[in-house]
């Protein structure tokens, strides 16, 4: 059986619980060279996947591609939809991940935060004072520089590719993140992780034993011999420049909308533009111009219905 795909990594990482659940074949991804290179060393370990390879016009029996079509009910995950679109029951309790161990990632606990799917609440301060020792970042360059400045600096792994990620979530203690790629990698081992769940969009939240799902900044979770127990956030109520918000950081230039999910990465580009003004005039008027469709007074109502709307996921 074939099966094709042509979405982000996390996506295709996803619907393998649901090429599991089929009997498994090869897998074949469209117009997403990079996705190749950095999927299919890991795939092709899988005992149900035969091949992985770039899409050239193969006879195709499953296609995930057009999987959100049917829309995305809310706490719905990502991985149901694609079982969904299929119509092939799925046991998501089940691993579908499967990769050999790495002694050097014995006692580390891999990290991965980007600029999608964040919940301000979420305590990254308190668990990199905490943790800082045994952590080790996964991500861009940009990621995590904005790390280090935000929450303080901590070692960082760089990968070839993503057998080398799923070693190294395998072999660690915990994987800590929000909704990203390398979280799919950690719910495909079913490995011990605490997840930054988005209020806006917890498409995630699998119910497992060993893993922490925090949407009000609260963490109660033993990692190794260290106890974690950080009570629920206090709301914040300003706009965080470390954050990216719906849509995304806007400047509004000569009739023209210059946009980015970092506002850093927004001020180069603006800079580029020839701009005559310092970098602080440029952030505020990022902020400016941002806050017109995101107001920096976050309701604080909506915050905590979100959140228990959210916990009633677990119900």
């Given amino acids: 059986m ?3 795909h042509s979405k982000d990594l996390g996506d295709i990482i996803l619907s393998l619980a649901s090429v599991q659940a089929c009997g498994g074949g090869n897998y074949y991804i469209k117009n997403n060279p990079y996705a190749v290179r950095m999927l299919a060393e890991l795939m092709e370990i899988q ?3 035969g091949k992985c390879g770039e899409y050239s016009n193969q006879t195709i029996d499953k296609s995930f591609i057009d999987f959100r079509q049917n829309g995305h ?3 719905k995950t990502l991985a149901e939809l694609h079982a969904n679109w299929i119509k092939q029951p799925v046991d998501f ?3 579908w991940l499967f990769c050999p161990e790495d002694k050097r990632f014995y006692g580390s606990i891999i990290v991965n935060k980007t600029s999608r799917y964040n ?3 979420f305590a990254w301060k308190e668990l990199t004072n905490t943790l800082r020792d045994k952590m080790l970042f996964v991500g861009s360059d940009l990621e995590y520089n904005v790390f280090c400045n935000r929450y303080g600096k901590i070692d960082r792994l760089k990968i070839k590719n993503y057998l080398d990620l799923a070693i190294a979530i395998k072999s660690c203690e915990c994987f800590i993140g929000n909704q990203s790629s390398p979280n799919c990698i950690t719910e495909g081992l079913k490995h011990d992780s605490i997840l930054e769940v988005c209020l806006k969009t917890p498409d995630c939240i699998f119910k497992r034993y060993n893993t922490y799902y925090s949407c009000d900044g609260s963490i109660k979770k033993k990692i190794g011999n260290v106890e974690i127990d950080i009570p ?3 709301i914040k109520e300003t706009l965080d420049r470390f954050e990216c918000p719906v849509g995304g950081w806007v400047y509004q230039l000569n009739n ?3 946009k980015s999910h970092y506002i850093d990465y927004l001020i180069q580009l603006v800079m580029q533009e020839g701009v005559n003004k310092t970098r602080k005039e440029i952030e505020l008027k990022i902020i400016n111009d941002t806050s017109k469709d995101v107001p920096l007074g976050i309701n604080n109502q909506l915050i905590l219905q979100s959140i228990e709307k ?3 996921l677990f119900s």
């Fill in 2 to 4: 074939n099966f094709l």
């Fill in 47 to 49: 005992p149900y996947i």
């Fill in 73 to 75: 009910p809310f706490g």
């Fill in 93 to 95: 309790s089940k691993q």
């Fill in 119 to 121: 919940n301000t609440l």
């Fill in 232 to 234: 629920p956030a206090e």
């Fill in 256 to 258: 023209k909308t210059i």
């Fill in 310 to 312: 959210v916990k009633c």
